[in-house]
């Protein structure tokens, strides 16, 4: 029962959407689901394709005689959303190179593939756009009746037998509507069984429907049935009706009276039982691919998404130059002049602003990235495409890759400008850090965004962590400082440990004089491990610790992205 309902005064638990709906598709058959808004078309539709994740249902679905099983029904159906959700940097082609390496079957050849995409291209008129990027709605790339168009192939070529299309000439002009009508009846005209939810067509577009499924507000069937020709079968039937030009009329218990409702109880009774000699539909794996290539393919399709992103590239590789520039000018030869206590903690606040400024860039402009193409996950998971973890998988693999650039270009400019030992032990170390520094925070940002609804909530989660990483970093106050009572969020700051590693690798070794204001001179290794608490006997475990923080990230990413789902139907 929706909370605005129960503000109101009701008093049940649940609201019913739907009631005593039955009826039958068959192949070669376009069905018109029609009624006002709010008679539960859209309901209906998602829990016939599965697709409802929220409510309670009962009843039952056949499919050829046999109870539905939803993974298998994921595996021969396809689903046109309303709204045309696709990867913004990929091409069309490669959106349907994409769909249809993933969900047509592993034995399928390269050749015979390629050659499925170039007839559906064809059948729903895309071969003019097959270079064209997809774009972002009402911003650039494909039009809104190209999307519609590049959704209707998206499907097709996993080459389902059953299609459900929510509105698919929703928001188009009439030749788009009439375009997008022309393909969804090539598609039927192959033998397959298609339903669409439509609102207010025209009447050319109505008479394109073979079958209606009419229903009135409460969820309740009025009509199911052919139209025939110019729609005289629907007439015929409301013409019969007695008592049709007064007004309180009950066309769902007329319906439930008729001999038409009688001959559909029929054939549905007809067609729950299977044929003699026939099997349940089943396949030998949940997926249509095996793990290896499920994640081959995500990851192929991840590095055309971020090699086409310009502008996230740009940003990051940008940003990564002016802030190693500025910090090498800033920080300019602190590395090899530590002389005194304040030197020592010049090149500490170094270590702490190339970790923590750029890092934390990245966390925040990843975000982006992940939040829209979560969208796409959620309708390419529920199509049966692949499993949780290669998709996660993919997203980290690309963006290491593109983080261990960034770092590379990075740390070359900190590491000469700010003076350290030219010692290849020590870069290392330096790259080390950084790169895992940058890789843990990559994931947070992915982590944060699985987790939360939306990106702005999300922000503000990230932001509130990063503060605390900040404040227990070791930089505004050493470990040594902290109350005791507080210590431990010192070791659940990775931040900490990055600036741990940077600095032990980089000076905790030297056993120079430093000079103490009102005190004997120390060694620089002894104050190092006395004062800030960095332990060079302890680097070991603090490199191992940063793979700890990356797989830690990456399990709470993926898992968040398996079990919630934040989209509502």
Known sequence: MPVEMRKQGTEKHRLQLLKDVSGAFRPGT??????????????????????????????????????????????????????????????????????????????????????????????????PLMNALVGLPRIDGLSTEQRKRLTIAVELVANPSIIFMDEPTSGLDARAAAIVMRAIRHMVDTGRTVVCTIHQPSIDIFETFDELLLMKRGGQVIYAGPLGRNSHKLVQYFEAVPGVPRLQVDF???????????????????????????????????????????????????????????????TRFGVAIIIGILFGLVFWSKGDRIYRRNDLINLLGAAYATVLFLGATNASAVQSVIATERTVFYRERAAGMYSELPYAFAHVAIEIVYVSIQTFLYSLLLYSTIGFEWNVSKFLYFYYFIFMSFTYFSMYGMMIISLTPGPEIAAVVMSFFISFWNLFSGYLISRPLIPVWWRWYYWASPVAWTIYGIFTSQVGDKNTLLEIPESEPVPLKAFVERYLGYDQEFLLPVVLAHVGWVLLFFFIFAYGIKFLNFQRR
Request: with cysteine.
């Open 30 to 127: 376009l069905t018109a689901l029609v009624g006002v808004s709010g008679a539960g078309k859209t309901t209906l539709l998602d829990v016939l394709a599965g697709r409802k994740i929220k409510g309670y249902i009962e009843g039952s679905i056949s499919i050829s005689g046999y109870p539905k099983n939803q993974v298998t029904f994921a595996r021969v159906s396809g689903y046109c959303e309303q709204i045309d959700i696709h990867s913004p940097f990929v091409t069309v082609y490669e959106s349907l190179l994409y769909s249809a390496s993933m969900r047509l079957a592993a034995d399928v050849k390269k050749e015979t593939r390629k050659m499925f995409i170039d007839e559906v291209m064809e059948l729903v008129e895309l071969q």
């Open 252 to 314: 769902a218990e007329v319906y439930a009276t008729s001999e038409l409702y009688r001959k559909n109880q029929e054939l549905v009774k007809k067609l729950s039982t299977p044929r003699t000699g026939s099997k349940d539909l089943s396949f030998p794996s949940k997926y249509p691919q095996s793990f290896i290539t499920q994640c081959t393919a995500c990851f192929w399709k991840q590095h055309k998404s971020y090699w086409r992103n310009s502008e996230f590239n740009y």
